[in-house]
């Protein structure tokens, strides 16, 4: 099995910043992508910003230039960091890995932190 845990979510004003980090752990012995997805109340859940274990970042054009991803790999993280955040940025965010274990290939969740940008 594997878990995805996210830390780093919270209340910020508007033209503030919040890093959102995601660790996965179990049996791991290929993660070939992970993404950022979120989801605002009464809308669908959207992809944020995606990084492949060797290749370029792709983001949302709402957040190009706003946030940045990155990983680290050897650790299994990835990490959001989100600068001049609006209020349509409130949303929860969710860490997503397309992992391949010891015996399959599978994806997994994580179990979302809330990012709340308000005044």
């Known amino acids: 099995q594997v878990q995805l845990v996210e830390s780093g979510g919270g209340l910020v004003q508007p033209g503030g910043s919040l890093t959102l980090s995601c660790a996965a752990s179990?049996?791991?012995?290929?993660?070939?992508?992970m993404r950022w997805y979120r989801q605002a109340p009464g809308k669908q859940r959207e992809l944020v910003a995606s990084?492949?274990?060797?290749?370029?970042?792709d983001y949302a054009d709402s957040v190009k230039g706003r946030f940045s991803i990155s990983r680290d790999n050897a650790k299994n993280t990835v990490t959001l960091q989100m600068n001049s955040l609006k209020a349509e940025d409130t949303a929860v965010y969710y860490c997503?890995?397309?992992?391949?274990?010891?015996?399959?290939?599978?994806?997994?969740w994580g179990q979302g932190t809330q990012v709340t940008v308000s005044s």
């Open positions: 997503y890995a397309h992992v391949t274990t010891t015996t399959f290939t599978d994806i997994y």
């Open positions: 179990g049996d791991i012995f290929k993660i070939y992508v």
């Open positions: 990084l492949p274990s060797n290749g370029s970042p």
